[in-house]
């Protein structure tokens, strides 16, 4: 369960806030990956002392139950420590992945759910994965491999030291600030290392990005040759993540020689300490044996701290990214209330609207109405701001000044769930999922009956083809409408907006150039869909604008006032211009 909604924005405290607050998530696999940790750091530590206890009797000549004992001892510590490394190793793998999932979870939320559909398609669908799936796993990773063994070395780490300022107090001291040193440095490092791991994801998820979209043109690439050129790009973004990947891991990777120097010192300084103390009769063969053991112990853990260094950087990177992103209000994200509009077909009335993409105003003034149950088309030449109108129509933009009413209603205050429930859409680039005919129709609604689903094809004479499909209306349909006809796509397309009750309807026909087969089939989903609703239309042929009331003229983002109007009388007055 989740403490908290998967939308909560992210405190400040960047990364180090946001894994405290996963981790709060993933609590109680959590804690039990750390008692796990270290129950098997205080088996490891346990070990060279039952050796020393060994040693020390056997020396003293004591007798062998006492001596069989401490072995016995000894296997049970390094069993407990074998048990704790499995049981830390499941519980570490299990946090991480339910960090790793939620993380995800909460991007595609921010990234996908929240943010503005012109803003998300601004950006290409590889980068914005990477951002959520890339990132994510990274986190997942890190915390299930490094993280925990990382705590469970520093405990051993930190045990070590103890001891040695106890038993060889001067070299323990020296090892202590070696250690403080040795940290510090690896802060420095660490700090460097963390922000080109940033640059390095960024690249990354630039480079996936143009990878998607190289993909999603393969059919426009290849024949025009562009193939070489496609590579070359890979290749040129490739190399210079690597070149940033290489440094980044390189910073991680100079800490291994401070390591391995530590340890050097580390064994010089205990050993030569204990023998000294030994030679002076302070010390017995059994501590001298200890210190050595756990000097040798010292080596693993330090080993690993550097190992395990440019996963916990590259972490340290996706999490302070993240943070970012979460930390981020969506863009445009306005005072919504809980504003209604009445039921039945609202009418739509633009109010001197001026917007623009940028610094780029692209409709200048607009201002006409739709009585409700009336239908208007929106003609105009390509550029002229027909689908922007649509976008404002659709809450997917605000106009810069000016208002859209919908039902009386500014729709800038209404709640997309609001807008939904009223709003209806119809397009010819409709998206199909790859799922089954039903769901495609339904939207995965599964309490919409196959009736009812069926009627509505039978509405659009399109129920005898369902119904002659392999699997009817369960048969499965390819990512985009892959193995459907241009025809079929726009009858489930038709399906979809006449099945929902709604009195808004807005008609996007994407584009006039149809063929005639494909012509008489939207017609007659657009003729089956209108009736009983207010609907605007983005026209692009004759035979679909003789359906409406009004007809609206747009040039350059302005209204055409001289040649808008009643759509009979523009109609023959365009057949008596070409007559
Ligand atoms: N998401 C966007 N970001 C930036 N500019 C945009 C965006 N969408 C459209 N534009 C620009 O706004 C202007 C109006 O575009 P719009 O798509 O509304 O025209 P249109 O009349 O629908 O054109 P078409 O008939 O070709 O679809 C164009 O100059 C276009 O380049």
């Known amino acids: 369960m989740n403490p ?89 793998a299990r946090t991480g992945w339910q960090i790793a999932d939620r993380l995800r979870e909460r991007l595609f939320q921010r990234l996908v759910v929240e943010e503005p559909v012109l803003e998300v398609e601004r950006r290409q669908t590889g980068e914005v994965l990477e951002q959520i799936d890339g990132n994510s796993d990274i986190v997942g990773r890190a915390v299930s491999e490094s993280v925990f063994p990382m705590i469970g070395n520093l405990v051993v780490a930190a045990g070590i030291l103890v001891v040695m300022l106890v038993t060889v107090p001067a070299a323990g001291l020296g090892l202590a600030v070696l250690a403080v040193g040795l940290f510090a440095g690896f802060s420095r490092i660490s700090r460097w290392a963390v922000s ?29 040759n562009g193939t070489a050129w496609v590579v070359q790009q890979a290749d040129h973004r490739l190399n210079a993540l690597f070149a940033v990947e290489r440094r980044a891991y390189l910073a991680g990777r100079t800490f291994w020689p401070a390591t391995q120097l530590f340890f050097a010192i580390s064994f010089a300084l205990v050993l030569g300490a204990g023998l000294n103390r030994m030679g002076s009769g302070g010390l017995t063969i059994g501590t001298l044996a200890m210190l050595y053991l756990y000097v040798d112990l010292l080596q693993e853990p330090l080993e690993q701290v550097s190992s395990q260094a440019d996963e916990l950087q590259q972490m340290a990177a996706v999490l302070g990214l993240s943070a970012r992103t979460l930390a981020e209000s969506p863009m445009g994200a306005g005072a919504r209330t809980s504003a209604r509009f009445p039921e039945g077909s609202p009418g739509i009335a633009f109010e001197h609207v001026t917007f623009g993409y940028g610094d780029e105003t692209v409709l200048h003034d607009v ?213």
């Open 4 to 92: 908290e909604p998967a939308s909560g924005r992210t405190p400040a405290g960047g990364g180090a806030a946001l894994l405290r607050q996963e981790f709060r998530a993933a609590w109680g696999s959590g804690v039990g990956a750390v008692l796990a940790v270290l129950i098997s750091a205080a088996a490891a530590l346990a070990g060279p002392l039952l050796v020393r206890h060994f040693v020390d009797r056997a020396t003293a000549g004591t007798t062998a139950a006492v001596l069989a004992g401490t072995a016995v001892a000894y296997l049970l510590a390094a069993l407990v420590g074998t048990g704790g490394r499995i049981g830390s190793g499941y519980l570490a």
């Open 367 to 579: 201002t006409f109405d739709v009585p409700a149950g009336t239908s208007l088309g929106i003609v105009g030449p390509t550029g002229a701001g027909k689908s922007t109108v649509v976008n404002l129509i659709c809450g997917l933009a605000a106009p810069a000044s000016g208002l859209v009413r919908i039902g009386g209603v500014d729709v800038t205050t209404l709640t997309e769930a609001e807008l939904a429930r009223h709003l209806t859409v119809l397009s010819q680039g409709a998206h199909l999922f790859a799922a089954s005919v039903r769901e495609n129709i339904t939207l995965f609604d599964d309490s919409v009956p196959a009736e009812q689903v069926l009627a509505v094809l039978e509405r659009l004479d399109a129920a005898g083809w369902v119904n002659a499909l392999p699997g009817g209306l369960d048969t499965r349909v390819g990512a985009g409408g892959r193995g459907l006809s241009e025809g079929e796509i726009q009858v489930l397309a038709g399906a979809r907006a006449l099945l929902r009750p709604c009195g808004l309807l807005v008609i996007d026909e994407g584009t006039s150039r149809l063929d005639p087969q494909t012509e008489r089939v939207w017609s007659r989903v657009v003729e089956a869909v209108m009736p009983g609703r207010t609907v605007v239309m983005v026209a692009h042929r004759t035979s679909t604008l003789a359906q409406v009331d009004q007809i609206l003229v747009l040039e350059n983002g302005r209204v055409d006032v001289s040649a808008t109007g009643n759509t009979a009388e523009i109609l023959s007055s365009r057949a008596g211009a070409t007559s």
């Open 196 to 224: 080109r791991w940033e640059t390095a994801r960024l690249q990354q998820a630039r480079l996936f990005g143009f990878l998607g979209d190289a993909l999603a043109a393969r059919s426009d690439v290849q024949p025009l």
